[in-house]
């Protein structure tokens, strides 16, 4: 059985840092290009970033890029995402998400089969 378990969220000003973690068991992380995603309330999960099954691509929206920085450890089973120069809009729950077996990830949350339950950030402003 599949288990993610994200970390790290929490209450943060504008303008801070955050960093999260997910914890991957019950699956194999190089058969998997992993992913986080967001959903603020009312809304669809929203891609934020992505990375490929050795960390070797990795991907973002338009409003992650240059802020956020994905990573992985297949040794650890662990994605992480550090998030800085945080704005209210990335207000939400972030997911991390699993995709396999492909090389690289999605920016469709139709294509991921395993989900983690999230973590609330909540940006301040």
């Known amino acids: 059985q599949v288990h993610m378990v994200e970390s790290g969220g929490g209450l943060v000003q504008a303008g801070g840092s955050l960093r999260l973690s997910c914890q991957v068991s019950?699956?194999?992380?190089?058969?998997?290009?992993m992913a986080w995603f967001r959903q603020a309330r009312g809304t669809e999960r929203e891609f934020v970033a992505g990375?490929?099954?050795?960390?070797?691509?990795?991907s973002y929206s338009d409003s992650a890029k240059g802020r956020f920085t994905i990573s992985r450890d297949n040794g650890k089973s662990t994605v992480d995402l550090q998030m800085n120069s945080l704005k209210p809009e990335d207000t939400g729950v972030y997911l991390c998400?699993?995709?396999?077996?492909?090389?690289?990830?999605?920016?469709?949350?139709?294509?991921?089969?395993?989900w983690g339950q999230g973590t609330q950030i909540t940006v301040s402003s």
């Open positions: 998400a699993a995709r396999g077996p492909y090389r690289d990830p999605s920016p469709s949350s139709d294509e991921y089969q395993h």
């Open positions: 019950g699956l194999v992380p190089r058969y998997y290009a």
């Open positions: 990375i490929s099954i050795l960390g070797e691509r990795t």
